[in-house]
């Protein structure tokens, strides 16, 4: 199954989002983290569901070549004016439309395979997973941002929704409406570390993401509000309890340097 082929209908808001304080939060946290466990300073990155960019922009300026791909033609088209305004990066940049189930590689291998906001659209993790590890380089890093099942139903009771947070809490929900007003379905972090793990990988200590400030609506921060939020939501982002809390979860593993030997 593709995720988001229709995406184009929630793009704008997509992109409303990805610039506003708390998309901020979330693309400045997990940057961080995935900029720190790549294996090598020019590393060859697979931005899987790059939407308008973002990401692959980020890693394209820390000096990494970047393939960004999407199943949308709007969102490529959005990305591709974005890298059209950075020169400077262009060349590192290569932007293709395939969804997940066509990723069309053959023999190519990264050094970083990112899939991020894309598998809380998919009915399951696990094929999904199997697609994506087999693209990482031995020594390379899988990383995977998706809502977290463990936290379904927090941002509703932070938000005062007290009886639809009831609902999802009481009956343990795998899914629950977001930002774009898609229903979405989470993924624990202990699930997605075991899918790698049946891969070859060595899971990397996981990251909660937006733990404190994912209920606020319209949080217009100043700069000094929001760099004194931002360490916060890092310093908390590996700690437990703080990152069960988090909407997202971000899972990192690492693949083997070693071949696989065949019976």
Not at 107 to 117: N, P, S
Not at 209 to 228: C, L, S
Request: with cysteine; hydrophobic share 40%; proline share 4%.
């Amino acid at each position: 199954m593709d995720a988001l082929t229709d995406f184009a209908t929630v793009g704008s808001a997509y992109s409303a989002h990805s610039v506003s304080a708390r998309g901020r939060l979330r693309h400045d946290l997990v940057a961080r983290r995935l900029l720190a466990e790549l294996p090598t300073a020019h590393a060859r990155v697979l931005d899987v569901g790059c939407g308008d960019g973002e990401m692959t922009l980020r890693l394209a300026a820390a000096g990494h070549r970047v393939t960004g791909v999407d199943p949308s033609a709007e969102m490529l088209g959005a990305a591709a004016r974005r890298v059209g305004a950075r020169p400077d990066l262009a060349p590192r940049i290569r932007l293709l439309e395939a969804g997940i189930d066509g990723l069309p590689f053959g023999r190519e291998r990264f050094d970083a395979v990112c899939c991020h906001g894309v598998l809380m659209y998919l009915d399951d993790a696990a094929g999904a997973i199997a697609r994506l590890a087999g693209l990482v380089a031995r020594g390379g890093v899988l990383s995977i941002l998706t809502k977290n099942r463990a936290a379904i139903g927090f941002r509703e009771a932070l938000r005062g929704e007290y009886r639809e947070a009831r609902d999802l809490i009481e009956h343990g929900a795998a899914a629950s409406v977001g930002n774009l007003g898609l229903e979405t379905r989470g993924d624990t972090a202990e699930a997605l570390d075991e899918l790698t793990t049946g891969h070859g990988f060595a899971p990397l200590p996981w990251q909660g993401v937006r733990i404190f400030h994912d209920h606020h609506v319209d949080w217009a921060p100043g700069p000094e509000e929001y760099a004194q939020a931002l360490q916060t939501e890092w310093a908390a982002s590996t700690r437990d309890p703080y990152r069960q809390l988090g909407r997202l979860v971000h899972t990192l593993a690492r693949r083997g340097t070693e071949r696989r030997r065949t019976p």
